[in-house]
Every structure is written in structure tokens, then in C-alpha cells.
């Protein structure tokens, strides 16, 4: 059970899912030391340097983590990898004596995070890949439904919701790419010694045998070996991993950003789930604030500096390694996972249970859409023979007179002005004008290209 008389971060409770949480467990962690430290045992039986029976030793113990009595030798040695050594040791009395032969602590270290790194990416696509189909239902059910889409935080021109949702899923797809990337050139340090030259392994097998003794590790651990590396995998790794979960976070946070505006009831189009027994506000009883677009956004604000410091412990990584960079890894590798896993699992609630107010889409466009469709007009005036700049001036006029109606409350009164202009008369037919102003149908090929995104997010995920 949670302590909550002392400081628990947030993500040990409130944020984040349990899968997550337990891939960067303290326990996972060090099962994962163990599961290595056996490999190792087992590699080096093959050339005579471990009993059989102490691997068997070993294994028969490996997931005996003790973390009490790991952390009460750790206090006295201040070595937390070698406090797991002595309590293994003292588990499993006959093949205790021979962990770690050969190893510096991030043989084991870098190699355990790099399993974690790859849990953690598994996760993480799962999660997306979810999100991405949940978008998908939405374009399919709205690629036709027409909306007035805004440029400058200003009504434009029409488009579709299904439309504007596939901006959204394009981003996302993008990071689903860049992450599935991540995955597969996720490498360990491999078992190369205090400064990567495999020396202390050279003394106890020989130098010849080197590449065959850790090409049997990456096999036995299914994890690719940097080639080269010093007593750390390289650092860039860490950096290039958490700039890919930040440019997630950078997709979420846009998508939320802007749901946070469109929920507002001067727009109202669309709005997340509320629950009927839900708290707006403690002040306000009428607030239904949306929060969790909210919440979304604040853990992606976190998120963005995150690969900051990655880039800096890379960049001070001096010469063959320093600590400076072992206190801040416990913190950024496992809550860049868990903000990001936090932030994709309340944006797939969020669509989940979206609200679309079809009404209000209706009235903004019979709003603001009038205004976009004068371009039709004017373009199909002249093609009938009218001066285009006399034209545009004419319809400006007009334009301008309108907003100032809608802006006062009142219906826009665009097409009755246009469709009953002398001028405008003398090239277009009224009814020519009144359709030229049904705006619902001037977004283009937009419907097509929502459903092409849509098959292209399918075959995507199911590669």
C-alpha cells in the first residue's frame, strides 16, 4: 500500500498505468540483474569457468528479490548493485561466489535498462496503436460532416471533422513510425568490462574467444550489443528515446490544446466525457472544465524537457564515463514513460467518450461559412465576364456589413446581400449565387484523403 505519510511522486499513485509502473519497479529492476547475472553464469560454463550446479544454484534463487535486506546492506556500502550481489549470494550458497565474475556493475546496469527501454517502447506502442484505431472510428463516422475549420484562431474556411481528426492521427502516426524505430535499434552495452575493452573477460576465457562469448549473451538475452561502447552503452541513446516520447507528447498536447478551445461555448463543437456525478469546480457548482485535455497538456509541458537533461548527461559523458548522470536517469527514463503513458491513456478515455455537438458544428458553419463561399462567387463572376478587383471590392463591402451583423448576435445576412447585388446580378443568376454559398460542399477532396490516412494508419499497425 502506498505510504502517504511521506513524499510519493505522483506517478508512483496517480499517474500512469500499473504495466508501466512495474517495468520500472525497483523489484523488476533488480529480477532483471538477476536474470542476467545467470546468463552470465550459464555463458561462462560453457568454457569452464562455472559448475553446472551453481548456475542451477542460481536460477533456483534468482527471483528471491529481498529488497529489505538489499537496502540494509546498501546502507552500510553505499553500492546498490553490489548489495544485490551479497543478498543473492547469501540466497544461493553454492553458486553465490561466482556472480558477477568478470563483470563491472554496467555490464549489468545498462544492459537491464535496455530491456526496460524496449518493455517500455512495447507498452507504449501497444497504447498508441489504441488511440490510432479509436481516431480511425471517428474519421470514418465524420469524414463527410462539414464544419467551419480557423486560421488564426479565426473562422476560415469549411472543412470536415473528420478531416481536422486526421490532422491529429497523421502527427500521431508519424510518432508511432518514430517510435517503432526506437524499438528495434534498441541496444545494450554488452559484457565489455570497466571500459569497454573486454579485457577483464580476455583474462578469464581469451582474447580469441571474446566475440563468441558475447554473441552468445545477446542470443541468450535477445538483445543487440552496442559494438563499441565504454563502461556505459552510449548516453545518446537515452536522449534520441526520450526526444521521441517528447514528439508524442508534442501530438497529444496539440490535440488536446485544441479540444481545450473548441470546448468552450462560444465555439462548443466538440467536448470530452463528464461524468454525471463529476466535479467542475468547487466554487462554480455549473463548471464543466476539461480537464483532462488539462491534464494532458500539463504532463506534456513536463515532458518537453525531459530530453534536455538526456541530451546533456550524453553530451558531459566524459571520456570513458562519469556518474553524473546515474542520480537523474532514476527520475527522466521512467517518468518520461509514465507521463506518456498517463497522456495516451486519458486521451483514449477522452475519444472514447467524445461528445460531438452536431448542432453547433451546424451553426458556426451557417455562421462563418457564407463568408468563405464569396471566393466562389467571385471566382464564377469573373469567369463570367466580371472585373475582378471591381468585384472583389464589391463583395468586400458586403462581407464587412455581415460581420458586423454576426458579431451583434444576428443571422449573417451574406447570402441575401450578394444574391440580391444588381451588379453581382448582371453575371450570376440568385439561385447561381445561393449555390455558389452553399458552403457545406466547398471542402474540396478532404473526405477522401481522412479515409486514405485512415487504411494507411490500418497497414501500419498491423505490420
Same mark, same amino acid.
Given at each position: ?140 463516422? /465524420? ?19 473528420? /478531416? &481536422?481528426?486526421?490532422? /491529429? ?132 509541458? /513536463? ?84 472585373? &475582378? ?75
Amino acid at each position: 500500500m502506498t505510504d502517504f505519510e511521506n513524499y510519493q511522486s505522483p506517478f508512483t499513485w496517480r499517474y500512469g498505468t500499473e504495466r508501466m509502473r512495474k517495468i520500472w519497479s525497483e523489484h523488476h529492476k533488480r529480477l532483471l540483474w538477476r536474470q542476467i547475472w545467470v546468463v552470465l553464469a550459464e555463458t561462462q560454463a560453457d568454457y569452464g569457468l562455472v559448475t553446472p550446479a551453481q548456475v542451477a544454484d542460481l536460477r533456483a534463487h534468482m527471483e528471491e528479490v529481498d529488497l529489505p535486506r538489499a537496502l540494509t546492506i546498501e546502507d552500510e556500502i553505499k553500492h546498490d548493485l553490489m548489495a544485490e550481489i551479497r543478498t543473492f549470494a547469501e540466497q544461493a550458497k553454492l553458486g553465490g561466489g561466482i556472480i558477477h565474475l568478470g563483470a563491472t556493475a554496467m555490464d549489468v546496469e545498462d544492459n537491464a535498462d535496455a530491456l526496460r527501454l524496449r518493455q517500455s517502447l512495447v507498452l507504449t506502442l501497444e497504447n498508441l496503436a489504441s488511440l490510432l484505431n479509436t481516431l480511425n472510428t471517428l474519421i470514418t463516422r /465524420y469524414a463527410d460532416t462539414p464544419l467551419i475549420a480557423y486560421t488564426h484562431l479565426q473562422p476560415a474556411e469549411p472543412s470536415t471533422l473528420g /478531416y &481536422r481528426l486526421a490532422l /491529429y492521427a497523421q502527427d500521431l502516426l508519424e510518432d508511432f513510425k518514430a517510435i517503432k524505430n526506437q524499438l528495434t535499434s534498441i541496444r545494450g552495452k554488452g559484457f565489455k568490462g570497466a571500459v569497454g575493452t573486454g579485457a577483464s573477460y580476455a583474462e578469464l576465457i581469451g582474447k580469441e574467444n571474446l566475440a563468441e562469448f558475447e554473441n552468445k549473451l545477446s542470443n541468450k538475452l535477445n538483445l543487440t550489443f552496442y559494438p563499441v561502447a565504454a563502461q556505459t552503452y552510449p548516453r545518446k541513446q537515452d536522449y534520441t528515446i526520450l526526444e521521441s516520447l517528447a514528439g508524442l507528447g508534442q501530438s497529444l498536447y496539440k490535440l488536446a490544446f485544441d479540444l481545450r478551445f473548441l470546448q468552450s461555448p462560444s465555439i462548443g463543437e466538440l467536448s470530452e466525457p463528464f461524468g454525471g456525478r463529476q466535479v467542475g469546480s468547487s466554487a462554480m457548482p455549473f463548471k464543466r472544465n476539461p480537464i483532462s485535455a488539462e491534464k494532458i497538456d500539463s504532463l506534456g509541458r /513536463y515532458l518537453a524537457g525531459l530530453p534536455r537533461t538526456a541530451w546533456e548527461n550524453a553530451a558531459h559523458s566524459l571520456l570513458e564515463r562519469t556518474l553524473d548522470d546515474s542520480a537523474n536517469r532514476r527520475i527522466i527514463l521512467p517518468e518520461a514513460f509514465l507521463a506518456v503513458d498517463e497522456m495516451l491513456k486519458t486521451a483514449s478515455e477522452l475519444f472514447a467518450g467524445l461528445h460531438v455537438d452536431e448542432k453547433a458544428l451546424r451553426r458556426n458553419l451557417k455562421q462563418y461559412g457564407p463568408f468563405a463561399a464569396t471566393e466562389r462567387v467571385l471566382m464564377a463572376a469573373v469567369k463570367a465576364g466580371a472585373n &475582378r478587383q471591381e468585384m472583389h471590392e464589391r463583395i468586400r463591402r458586403h462581407t464587412m456589413q455581415a460581420w458586423e451583423s454576426v458579431q451583434t448576435g444576428e443571422s449573417n445576412p451574406l447570402q441575401d446581400a450578394l444574391s440580391q447585388d444588381s451588379h453581382i446580378l448582371i453575371f450570376l443568376s440568385s439561385d447561381q449565387i445561393r449555390n455558389l454559398m452553399d458552403c457545406e460542399s466547398y471542402i474540396g477532396n478532404a473526405p477522401e484523403r481522412a479515409r486514405e490516412l485512415v487504411s494507411e494508419i490500418e497497414k501500419e499497425i498491423k505490420k
